[in-house]
Every structure is written in structure tokens, then in C-alpha cells.
């Protein structure tokens, strides 16, 4: 059974397109993350939801807007996509909203040509 | 803002050899964790430590909290093929909401 799990795993689309990636926790998990590996391997948050509700927005362009239909899903769509927005995108999840931890996605690597 | 660290970013070691990264918070943490990155995959939580100068063991794996909780060090004991990947760790920032995680070392072994 697969706890955290991302679709597509790979997405290559061309610029100014939108696209979208989808997550789902089987966990019971509250919160649900979205994060970005560049290619430096840094891991970087972007956003968080605890059950269904967005607690952190960093400083993620607008272009980027989550949504959470429920606490077992987090959608991540991208509009107006650019070269910069190429990376590997994770999914993850944590019991609450503290900083306990975390179980990570397969993650979606998205190229951007 | 909080920054994590660690050092070395890369390390080459022949197998057999130990290897050892080191962590470093510009804030006191509640808690330090530990990831590990396989090539092609995604972070694996392996540890969270909480105490002050806690030293916890995982088989060749040993992780230690520092005494003021701003750093922490993962120590690997006669490295494997298997040990390779990234190893990341993470601390909550003062909000208690969101781990920061420091850049990584990459661990190559050589066979």
C-alpha cells in the first residue's frame, strides 16, 4: 500500500502552459506539504494544510496555487509555467501541524522546455 | 530566519570506511530529524532526536543531538554500497510549524 502518492511522476511541458500535480496520503494524516528539489538537491517548502486549510505560503509566486479538497488530498496547479519552474515537486505528510514526521511522495519531476 | 546547515555537501568514501555529516542550526531546535535520499528517490525519515546531547543508534548509524541543541551529527560506521544517497537533516523553525531542512550531504561509496 502506498502511503503518499503523486501523479504524474514525470510531466514535461513547454512554457506558458498550466499544469497540474496531484497527491493523496492514505495516513489519516492532518497536514499535507508541498515542497521543491532544484537541482542542487535543496528541499525547500512551499506550502502546508492542515485538514484542508493552507497554514504556510512561502513566498511561492502566485502562479502557484494549492488546493485541498479534502485532508487526504493536496493538488498543486502551476499556470503560466517557466524554465525556472523545472524541478522535482514532493508531496508529503505529518500526523498534525507540528514538526513531527514527515513521509514524502515518490515526487513529480516537471521539465519545462 | 532560521537557517539549517551541513557539511561536508559531498563525500566520497572507499567501502568500509566510516563517514560522518554534520548539522548546524542558527537557532535552538526542539528537535533535530534525519532523512535519507536514495538516487532517483524520495526522503525516508530514519530519526528524530529531542533531548539535549542525545545519542541515538541504528544498527552502523549513530545520530547525536548537541548539548545546546543547535547541531547535530549522523555517523556511519564500515559505510556500504546500500549507504549511498543524500542524507538531509531538519529542524522546526520557531513557529513549530514547518521543518527547515539543512542542504544535504551526498555519500558516494566506492565498491
Known amino acids: 500500500d502506498t502511503a503518499v502518492s503523486q501523479t504524474p511522476k514525470y510531466l514535461v511541458t513547454q512554457m506558458g502552459n498550466d499544469k497540474s500535480i496531484k497527491c493523496e496520503q492514505n495516513?489519516?494524516?492532518?497536514?499535507m506539504y508541498w515542497y521543491k528539489q532544484d537541482s542542487k538537491k535543496f528541499l525547500k517548502i512551499m506550502f502546508s494544510?492542515?485538514?484542508?486549510?493552507l497554514i504556510i505560503n512561502e513566498t511561492v509566486p502566485n502562479r502557484f496555487s494549492p488546493k485541498s479538497p479534502d485532508k487526504a488530498h493536496l493538488n498543486l496547479h502551476i499556470n503560466s509555467l517557466e524554465l525556472g519552474d523545472s524541478a522535482v515537486y514532493f508531496c508529503?505528510?505529518?500526523?498534525?501541524w507540528g514538526p513531527g514526521e514527515q513521509y514524502f511522495g515518490p515526487g513529480t519531476r516537471l521539465t519545462v522546455t | 530566519g532560521q537557517q539549517v546547515m551541513q557539511i561536508p555537501q559531498y563525500q566520497h568514501v572507499q567501502e568500509g570506511e566510516d563517514f560522518t555529516t554534520y548539522c548546524n542550526s542558527s537557532?535552538?531546535?526542539?528537535?533535530i530529524q534525519w532523512y535519507k535520499q536514495r538516487p532517483g528517490g524520495h526522503p525516508v525519515f530514519l530519526i528524530q532526536?529531542?533531548?539535549?546531547?542525545e545519542v541515538k543508534k541504528q544498527k552502523r548509524l549513530t545520530f547525536q543531538f548537541g548539548e545546546a541543541k543547535k547541531n547535530s551529527s549522523l555517523h556511519i560506521t564500515a559505510t556500504q554500497t546500500t549507504d549511498v544517497g543524500t542524507y538531509f537533516c531538519?529542524?522546526?523553525?520557531?513557529?513549530?510549524?514547518?521543518?527547515?531542512f539543512g542542504g544535504g550531504t551526498r555519500l558516494m561509496v566506492k565498491p
Open positions: 531538519a529542524g522546526p523553525n520557531n513557529a513549530g510549524n514547518m521543518l527547515t
Open positions: 532526536l529531542v533531548k539535549s546531547g
Open positions: 537557532t535552538t531546535l526542539s528537535n
Open positions: 494544510y492542515n485538514n484542508k486549510e
Open positions: 508529503a505528510s505529518s500526523q498534525d
Open positions: 495516513l489519516g494524516h492532518d497536514t
